[in-house]
């Protein structure tokens, strides 16, 4: 079982810049691939970043690639998403999730955190 505890969301202006923290439980995340999805009033959740077990795959959605970043430190069991060149089309409850394959289906993750806003006003 792994608890999943996401922070670091908040209100920033368009521009600007936030990081996600993603604590996790439990003595096997560095086993667990991690994801970071995303979703907006009204709409689907979405995959924004995956990152591998050990950092060495981390896929991005087209829509952040060049300005989110996925890290992940496994001996705080944490991971990270940091947000740069913030737009209003961001603004989602941001969660994390802890899976066995690196993949950007959020099915095939299985543990998930409760979430954090961003809002991005312009």
């Known amino acids: 079982q792994v608890q999943l505890v996401e922070s670091g969301g908040g209100l920033v202006q368009a521009g600007g810049s936030l990081r996600l923290s993603c604590a996790a439980s439990g003595r096997t995340f560095s086993s667990y691939a991690m994801g970071w999805f995303r979703q907006a009033p009204g709409k689907e959740r979405e995959f924004v970043a995956v990152i591998s077990p050990r950092s060495g795959i981390r896929n991005y959605s087209d829509s952040v690639k060049g300005r989110f970043t996925i890290s992940r430190d496994n001996a705080k069991n944490t991971v990270y998403l940091q947000m740069n060149s913030l737009k209003p089309e961001d603004t989602a409850v941001y969660y994390c999730?802890?899976?066995?394959?690196?993949?950007?289906?959020?099915?095939?993750?299985?543990?998930w955190g409760q979430g954090t806003q961003v809002t991005v006003s312009s």
């Open positions: 999730a802890a899976g066995r394959h690196t993949t950007v289906v959020a099915s095939m993750f299985d543990y």
